[in-house]
């Protein structure tokens, strides 16, 4: 025997059961993941600043800071502190900020990043005691030699290029008769530190023009210097923040001050240090840059790499920028700028403001205005040849318009033709109806006679089918000859008194009024322009259903009026059986019945023959009624004038 060989292959449930598990175990491992990730505790990062809030450079490195830290995918907790050291002295703040941030930061940060000299030098200072071993990262740091000495230890960053050398320079381009050229610079140490680099600028400057400063004054003698300062001199604004007894400037700041003292041009190496207070300008560094270089280099760290092994960007690039009023004042015409410099304030025209959409409008323009003139010529062709066809096309429909219209007449003709013959078959069809249904009715009634009271019960019952059969033929003729007589004939328009119309119509009604004790209510009715004979019909007919339809109260007949602009609006209400709405138009149609002849006698013609009597005065006629409620029938008739 041969043994058997299992050659079996999973179910289709087995590989669904197998792909759910896998999937819920992935989704497990990505919730636990992300839950971890959630739950991670962010870094800290402290923002030291040397200033106070105000203080533009700071407040555009900072938001540099921000801007960048904000951006970043990891999970950040910033903290930002103002150190105030422009207002007070650092020998005096800086013990009173480490006991606070000693109290402050019990958890260190993972990653420093300072702003200006005195930040850093408080760093240096307190780092060990409290921020060991924290990394960190400065900017806007002017006293390179200490950046670079602090390196090794753990400390990377920006240094704020002051372009001094290519200032003093550009002075010399736009003031060549300048023969002196005055540093001014406070008690604050990087005004003083600042100073050593410019006079190392003016040393590599080949030149007659006498550099030197002014430094350790009091506002009071600093307005009695500048005052005393003579013709062709240039002022370069370092720090004018405060004097050597601490005092500060006055609320409009140091650069107004100086320019409020002196006719003098004044220029500076920063944006925020008088650009928009009277200051002409300079080459100046970009604060916000400086400031996202500097989050840039603490992601960096954040990531894994030690502050020391990261280069420090001792270059990140100044711009010139001007100030508009200042260049006019001092008659510099912006031409002789360098390029691509920046004009703040300046006063845009329109061309200048909205040139790009003039442009774009003068073009679209242009082409607009080609595109029609190409379009003009495509139509003028076009209409040319579509005269011509338009000519041709315009006799042939002219021919065709006579041959319909002669066509027209004749079917017109032809029409009215058969129309009057079809009104004089029917009246003398009718007319000649009624002698043979006369005479039917009549012998039947005879014969009964002769024939007596023995007749037996089956031929007195189909002598009474017979003479019922020819009563109702007698009547539908005489319908049939009133319906053709008031479609047909013409109106006799005169003055009508309705009231009289409505005395003749309960006349003709009187017996049935008496019979089924009927009343009838009136109002006074108008004198109307009409024809007498056709409107005591419409009463009799509408009087006469309502005594007709009638239901188990005692039949009240009310006749009504009312006016609406030059129309009077009549009617006859009843409170008999009504009827359904849906039925309110098709009663008016010939020989339409809603009742059978057991129940309610009557050809069907007698609603046909008011609305007929009503369109041959211009009118209309309705029908408002609800089952059980009754009917109201009411039509229209012109107000006579007068």
């Not at 009927?518 to 309502?546: E, H």
Request: aromatic share 8%.
């Amino acid at each position: 025997m041969r043994a058997a060989v299992s050659n079996r292959t999973p179910s289709h449930s087995g590989w669904i059961l197998f792909c759910m598990s896998l999937l819920v175990l992935t989704l497990m491992v990505l919730s636990h993941a992300a839950s971890a990730n959630g739950a991670a505790t962010p870094y800290r990062i402290l923002v030291l600043n040397s200033y106070h809030i105000g203080m533009q450079w700071e407040d555009h490195i900072t938001q540099g800071i921000l801007s960048e830290l904000q951006q970043s995918e990891r999970n950040l907790e910033i903290f930002i502190e103002h150190m105030d050291t422009k207002r007070y002295a650092t020998e005096k703040i800086f013990p009173h900020l480490a006991t606070l941030y000693a109290s402050k930061y019990k958890t260190p940060p993972d990653v420093l990043i300072v702003a200006d000299d005195n930040a850093l030098n408080f760093v240096a200072e307190h780092r060990d005691t409290l921020f060991p071993n924290i990394p960190v990262v400065f900017a806007g740091i002017n006293d390179y030699e200490n950046a670079r000495r602090l390196h090794s230890m753990g400390v990377t960053g920006v240094l704020e290029t002051v372009e001094i050398k290519q200032t003093l320079e550009l002075i010399l381009k736009l003031h060549p008769n300048t023969q002196r050229i005055i540093g001014i610079a406070d008690s604050v140490p990087t005004a003083t530190f600042h100073l050593k680099n410019y006079y190392a600028a003016a040393s590599e400057i080949t030149s007659s023009v006498e550099f030197s400063d002014l430094r350790d004054w009091t506002f009071d003698e600093l307005k009695d210097a500048l005052a005393a300062l003579p013709g062709h001199t240039v002022l370069l604004n370092f720090s004018v923040t405060r004097d050597r007894n601490s005092a500060l400037p006055p609320p409009s700041g140091g650069t107004h001050f100086l320019v409020e003292h002196t006719a003098l041009p004044v220029y500076t190496l920063w944006a925020t240090h008088g650009i928009g207070d009277g200051a002409i300008g300079g080459f100046v560094p970009h604060g916000p840059s400086h400031g996202r270089l500097a989050a840039q280099l603490a992601l960096r760290i954040l990531k894994g790499e030690a502050a020391e092994d990261i280069p420090i960007i001792e270059n990140a690039g100044s711009r010139p920028m001007f100030e508009y009023g200042a260049l006019q004042t001092h008659q510099i015409p912006i031409s002789s700028l360098p390029e691509n410099s920046l004009i703040v304030n300046e006063p845009q025209s329109f061309y200048y403001r909205y040139y790009k959409y003039i442009w774009a409008t003068l073009s679209f323009l242009m082409l607009q205005s080609a595109i029609i003139a190409v379009l003009l010529c495509l139509i003028n062709k076009s209409r040319r040849r579509e005269r011509s066809v338009m000519q041709r096309a315009n006799a042939e429909l002219e021919q065709r318009v006579a041959e319909r219209t002669q066509e027209l007449q004749l079917r017109t003709q032809e029409l009215e033709r058969f129309n009057e013959e079809l009104n004089q078959f029917t009246y003398i069809a009718s007319h000649d109806l009624q002698e043979p249904v006369r005479n039917l009715v009549s012998y039947s009634t005879l014969l009964k006679e002769d024939l007596g009271e023995g007749l037996p019960a089956d031929v007195a019952e189909d002598l009474y089918y017979i003479t019922s059969a020819a009563s109702r033929m007698q009547q539908l003729v005489q319908d049939l000859l009133v319906l053709s007589r008031a479609g047909r004939a013409a109106v006799q328009t005169e003055q009508v008194a309705l009231d009289e119309c409505v005395d003749r119509a309960l006349d003709a009604l009187r017996v049935r009024i008496e019979e089924s004790g009927a009343t009838v209510s009136r109002v006074p009715l108008p004198v109307v322009m009409g024809d007498p004979t056709l409107l005591t019909q419409l009463y009799q007919n509408l009087l006469g259903n309502a005594l007709k339809f009638v239901g188990e109260d005692q039949p009240m007949i009310q006749l009504t009026l009312d006016q609406q602009d030059d129309r009077w609006i009549l009617g006859v209400r009843d409170n008999g059986i009504g009827l359904e709405p849906e039925y309110a138009a098709q009663i008016f149609k010939p020989f339409k019945r809603l009742h059978g002849m057991a129940e309610y006698e009557g050809t069907g013609i007698g609603l046909s023959i008011c609305q007929k009597a009503i369109e041959r005065h211009n009118g209309t006629i309705w029908v408002d009624a609800e089952p059980g409620k009754g009917a109201h029938f009411q039509f229209t008739l012109p107000v006579t004038p007068g």
